[in-house]
């Protein structure tokens, strides 16, 4: 009776672990991080003379959340129980940014909040993805974000990109996951930067009334790209010193 009894606990707990998701235990907390790698000529080089401002970033709703996010196919989103965010995942996008533009030395002012001087810029951002996707017997990380620089006071949007990144996660487990995040927002970043340099360096000696910039690229696709097995060369260059 008594074997009986504990067989019993034993499957009414396999049972319930079953219910509460992908993962049960001990509650982990994660942050997307890495070491902003600058190059010395553009730390050296005298900033833009412009006031920017880093608006926290949105998140698509299925993302707003603390939970890290799986993804099993296109119609299937799932989340971790015990695996969750140190920080909102929108918050922590935007510290990341936030510490590589800094580290460029790209502006003369570049702050997240409005002070006493308005700003000339304004860049934001639109998460549209940043998860786990499974696909058969691998996993890849994946984020999806839209970034926009426009006037503050008129809002004209004078530069937007959008970016859809993945990338192989060799060792399954969530922490590695969030690893190749913080990779990929290293390279988005990256390539940010030295867009936002070539913008710039074109009107940086117009007077700030008359500069006129085309957006270099506006358009936004559809989510569904992100459902699709990423292709034998779709993986990012891993950058130096990630620092992960």
């Not at 058969?136 to 949007?157: G, P, S, V």
């Not at 009107?203 to 936004?220: G, I, M, R």
Request: aromatic share 12%; hydrophobic share 40%.
């Amino acid at each position: 009776m008594h074997k009986l009894f504990l067989l019993l606990c034993m499957a009414a707990l396999a049972a319930l672990s079953g219910c509460f998701g992908k993962s049960a235990g001990e509650t982990r907390y994660y942050m997307l991080d890495y070491p902003p790698v600058v190059s010395e000529k553009m730390k050296a080089a005298a900033p833009y003379d412009y006031n920017v401002r880093l608006k926290e970033f949105t998140i698509a709703e299925a993302y707003r959340r603390s939970n890290l996010v799986y993804r099993l196919s296109q119609y299937e989103l799932l989340f971790y129980n015990f695996e969750v965010w140190a920080v909102k995942p929108e918050r922590l996008v935007s510290d990341v940014i936030y510490r590589h533009i800094k580290e460029a030395n790209l502006f003369k002012e570049f702050s997240r909040e409005v002070g006493n001087e308005e700003p000339d810029f304004e860049l934001t951002g639109d998460i549209t993805a940043l998860e786990e996707f499974d696909d058969e017997d691998d996993w890849y990380a994946h984020a999806t974000i839209t970034f926009t620089l426009q006037k503050y006071r008129n809002k004209e949007i004078v530069w937007s990109r959008r970016f859809d990144y993945r990338r192989p996660v060799k060792q399954q487990e969530p922490v590695f996951v969030v690893r190749e995040l913080s990779v990929i927002l290293e390279t988005m970043n990256g390539e940010v930067i030295t867009s936002l340099d070539s913008l710039f360096s074109g009107f940086k000696a117009l007077p700030k009334e008359t500069k006129t910039v085309k957006p270099e690229n506006s358009e936004q696709t559809a989510l569904d790209s992100v459902i699709l097995p990423p292709p034998p060369d779709f993986d990012l260059p891993a950058p130096e010193n990630t620092g992960l």
